[in-house]
T-cell receptor, first 114, second 115 residues
């Protein structure tokens, strides 16, 4: 099973809403990632978790709050987002965090902030 | 940080024509990966190149890593409509030690194929 699942597929939220994105993998991977992708742009790294601990935060605004409850799950909590945060949010996982690791991406959540 | 420049940004071809996208770095890369993202889809890993001068083939796709490990290319022979999508190169920084490994993507090449 090389699948990373993400829910929901689509999300529309107002600027005062609180919502969460969920990601799950059952490949036994110990590194998990959140990326943000705007149209016609490459994925931009937001956060990296390694062995359930936050390893990298790419200076992401605090309105995005990641959480890794266990080795299979990754959440991204959203609060007071701005319209410019509308994007495709991709989760990915790899065996470990390290050079040369293949990342497996989920299908993403398409977020629209009104 | 580590950056890779990818060209061209867009390429439109007639079905059956060949296609090539290039990635260049000003610094030596430890390895380079290639991903494909179909329209409306997510990036899917294609291949990783590690060795200087390495060439790998997947059916009609040929991947090369330069001798100096500063450039790479993806060549598709006789494109088909199923090849449509954005092709990204991606790399990890070339340093020893530390744990802040992060994959950096090129800007991608969008390939469209006219049937």
């Amino acid at each position: 099973d090389t699948e990373v699942t993400q829910t929901p597929k689509h999300l529309v939220m107002g600027m005062t809403n609180k919502k969460s994105l969920k990601c799950e993998q059952h490949m036994g991977h110990r590194a998990m990632y959140w990326y943000k992708q705007k149209a016609k742009k490459p994925p931009e790294l937001m956060f990296v978790y390694s062995y359930e601990k936050l390893s990298i935060n790419e200076s992401v605004p605090s309105r995005f709050s990641p959480e890794c409850p266990n080795s299979s799950l990754l959440n991204l909590h959203l609060h007071a987002l701005q319209p410019e945060d509308s994007a495709l949010y991709l989760c990915a996982s790899s065996r470990q965090q390290g050079a040369g690791e293949t990342q497996y991406f989920g299908p993403g959540t398409r977020l629209l902030v009104l | 940080g580590q950056q890779v420049m990818q060209i061209p940004q867009y390429q439109h071809v007639q079905e059956g024509e060949d296609f090539t996208t290039y990635c260049n770095s000003s610094t030596t890369l430890s390895n380079i990966q290639w991903y494909k993202q179909r329209p409306g889809g997510h990036p899917v890993f294609l291949i990783q190149l590690v060795k200087s001068g390495e060439v790998k083939k997947q059916k009609r796709l040929t991947f090369q890593f330069g001798e100096a490990k500063k450039n790479s290319s993806l060549h598709i022979t006789a494109t088909q409509t199923t090849d449509v999508g954005t092709y990204f190169c991606a790399c990890y920084p070339h340093w020893r030690g530390g744990s802040n490994y992060k994959l950096t993507f090129g800007k991608g090449t969008l390939l469209t194929v006219n049937p």
